[in-house]
Nanobody, 116 residues
Framework: QVQLVESGGGLVQPGGSLTLSCAASGSIFSIYIMGWYRQAPGKQRELVAT???????NYADSVKGRFTISRDNTKNTVHLQMNSLKPEDTAVYYC??????????WGQGTQVTVSS
């Protein structure tokens, strides 16, 4: 089992920045991929960014050049630096992890609201 706890959500103005963090605990030795998904009201959950234990990253086209994902394997944390935020980035952001045996785990979610 893997437990994920997010932090760092909040309200920010358009064009602003915010950093999300996620701490993993439990069977952390088995985690291969960590990342972030988001779900806006009335929409399906969508990929934002992922990073493997080797540091390979993958981003949704909508956030490329604005968001940066990073991972600290020694502290079992993953971070999402979000710059140039837009109102359409408003959503609940979920931390995600996949283990070597292909089990998926999710955090409880943190709200990000981009509004003036």
């Amino acid at each position: 089992q893997v437990q994920l706890v997010e932090s760092g959500g909040g309200l920010v103005q358009p064009g602003g920045s915010l950093t999300l963090s996620c701490a993993a605990s439990g069977s952390i030795f088995s985690i291969y991929i960590m990342g972030w998904y988001r779900q806006a009201p009335g929409k399906q959950r969508e990929l934002v960014a992922t990073i493997t234990s080797a540091g390979s990253t993958n981003y949704a086209d909508s956030v490329k050049g604005r968001f940066t994902i990073s991972r600290d394997n020694t502290k079992n944390t993953v971070h999402l630096q979000m710059n140039s935020l837009k109102p359409e980035d408003t959503a609940v952001y979920y931390c995600y992890s996949r283990t070597l045996n292909l089990r998926n785990y999710w955090g409880q979610g943190t709200q990000v609201t981009v509004s003036s």
